[in-house]
């Protein structure tokens, strides 16, 4: 399942959960240097949400306060710099009562899985063994992709598969918990049973818009199984893990008895343990694949040295370089693409059940960071580290927003009560409470909102903006709601 960067929904209030355990940093953690160790201090000790309050005394809180507010109980950090891995350590634990996290802890990678598979595909690509722009259904023969009144007589490229273009349904699977018969991937493609999600299928015309499909990558899995006519872990294994030395990485599933005890148990939201532990995905392209915040530091370095045709153990420039081309919806061949024009980045989220990661990479200044963590709402925190892992290393983006409040008269933000349907099944209600307007949106908790001016309030919890529009008598019918550069109209009920 995907967390973009970039996801832009109405419901943006996003849920903060409550409480566990103190993060620790690995008792085995590598000895260094000043500077650097100078810089871990300073990720710990202040994470911040996406928008900070100017002059506010209480900004930062310390990464053991956050995994604690958040139930998080294990994290795992490793943070590139020019070009090579500058720290990797892990805090908390891999199990409650159980064993440090450490820089080898394995944790499931989610829909990180996509861009680590898609530098598989591409490697046939170079091989010859496939086309970008071919109709995969030539080469595809355990399964064909089923024709679609929604497109007819469409053709699917390997090209479209890797960009979310293509047209198929399905965004992301949930998995199957211990003891769960497991489907085969045809079966998962048909939504037979035992498969717990819809048929996959052409539900637009290939190439006509951007929609982020789990399904897809599902399909691109079936194309490299026929071609490469080997299991997928092992085709993963020999094609990239290995030569880019990602030696703590496996798309087996499940996890082999062998990586056990190296492995992260899954924790729920509010702290319970996932019943049975973590979730068997037949769909490895899109969610099998478990690693480290190393080895993903080591697949960043690899996609940014080869842009340079410094090291292409895998891809060669042009196909890195096609990889983070930005196309539909700001994505390239399994990567979203973001940053400025001068200093672009290339990154992915992660949600599995009980997991939740994030990194992030600078093409030109090789840079970056991969935080992963065993619970779910662990991106909330992976944002935070994030923005604190941005501010020690001066990066251009991810940094908190600075807004300043203003003070302004009770009798004012009295006006503004009152609750605002964004969506006919989402509404967001505004209340004061003695002189903080606080609101609430559908199924979400309350969150105080800060004036910038009489009308225009911001949260801190997330980067939006509440605008309320009054009529020339000063009555307010309506709000706009301002996210990552789209407006939301609200209407008062």
């Given at each position: 399942m995907l967390v973009s960067l970039k996801l832009v929904t109405v419901s943006v209030f996003l849920c903060l959960s409550q409480a566990l355990m103190l993060a620790q940093a690995s008792p085995t953690a590598t000895v260094l240097p000043t500077e650097t160790q100078q810089r871990v201090e300073k990720v710990k000790s202040c994470l911040t949400g996406p928008v900070v309050i100017k002059d506010d005394p209480h900004t930062c809180h310390t990464l053991a306060e956050r995994m604690t507010e958040l139930h998080v109980p294990g994290v795992s950090i490793a943070v590139i710099h020019n070009g090579v891995i500058d720290w990797a350590q892990g805090f908390g634990v891999q199990q409650v009562g159980g064993k440090p996290v450490t820089a080898d802890t394995l944790f499931q990678a989610g829909s990180i899985s996509k861009p680590v598979a898609a530098m598989a595909a591409l490697h046939l690509v170079g091989e010859g063994k496939l086309s970008l722009d071919s109709d995969v259904n030539t080469v595809l023969t355990t399964w064909k992709i089923p024709a679609s009144p929604a497109a007819p007589g469409a053709t699917v490229t390997l090209r479209e598969l890797l960009t979310h273009t293509a047209g198929f349904t399905v965004h992301g699977f949930p998995g199957y918990a211990a003891n769960a018969p497991v489907p085969t991937l045809v079966q998962v493609l048909n939504g037979e049973k035992p498969a717990n999600t819809d048929p996959i299928r052409l539900e637009n015309p290939p190439g006509k818009d951007w929609k982020y499909s789990g399904g897809g990558y599902t399909v691109m899995q079936q194309v490299l199984l026929d071609v490469a006519k080997e299991?997928?872990?092992?085709?993963?294994?020999?094609?990239?893990?290995?030569?880019?030395?990602?030696?703590?990485?496996?798309?087996?599933?499940?996890?082999?008895?062998?990586?056990?005890?190296?492995?992260?148990?899954?924790?729920?939201?509010?702290?319970?343990?996932?019943?049975?532990?973590?979730?068997?995905?037949?769909?490895?392209?899109?969610?099998?694949?478990?690693?480290?915040?190393?080895?993903?530091?080591?697949?960043?370095?690899?996609?940014?040295?080869?842009?340079?045709?410094?090291a292409n153990h895998v891809l060669s420039r042009d196909l890195t370089q096609q990889m983070i081309t930005a196309g539909k919806g700001g994505w390239g061949l399994g990567l979203q693409i973001g940053g400025s024009t001068s200093n672009p980045y290339f990154s992915h989220g992660g949600v599995n059940e009980g997991f939740e990661s994030l990194f992030v990479a600078y093409e030109h200044n090789r840079d970056g960071a991969a935080v992963m963590t065993n619970a779910q709402g662990g991106m909330h925190l992976a944002s935070e580290i994030m923005g604190s892992i941005a501010a020690a290393y001066d990066w251009p983006d991810f940094r908190p927003i600075v807004r300043t409040a203003i003070k302004v008269d009770r009798a004012v933000l009295a006006r503004y009560a009152g609750t605002y349907e964004i969506a006919p099944t989402f509404s967001v209600t505004f209340s004061l409470?003695?002189?903080?307007?606080?609101?609430?949106?559908?199924?979400?908790?309350?969150?105080?909102?800060?004036?910038?001016?009489?009308?225009?309030?911001f949260l801190t919890v997330v980067d939006a903006e509440v605008e309320f529009i009054p009529d020339d008598k000063g009555q307010v019918s309506y709000l706009v709601l301002h996210q990552n550069g789209h407006e939301t109209k609200g209407m008062r009920k």
């Open positions: 299991p997928f872990p092992k085709l993963l294994h020999d094609t990239v893990l290995v030569p880019i030395g990602m030696t703590h990485s496996t798309y087996e599933q499940p996890l082999p008895a062998k990586f056990q005890s190296m492995a992260a148990t899954p924790y729920m939201e509010d702290g319970a343990a996932v019943p049975g532990g973590a979730h068997t995905y037949p769909e490895m392209a899109a969610a099998g694949l478990w690693t480290t915040p190393s080895d993903l530091a080591r697949y960043m370095i690899e996609v940014q040295q080869s842009l340079q045709d410094k409470e003695g002189d903080q307007l606080m609101t609430q949106a559908t199924n979400q908790p309350k969150f105080p909102v800060y004036p910038e001016t009489e009308t225009k309030f």
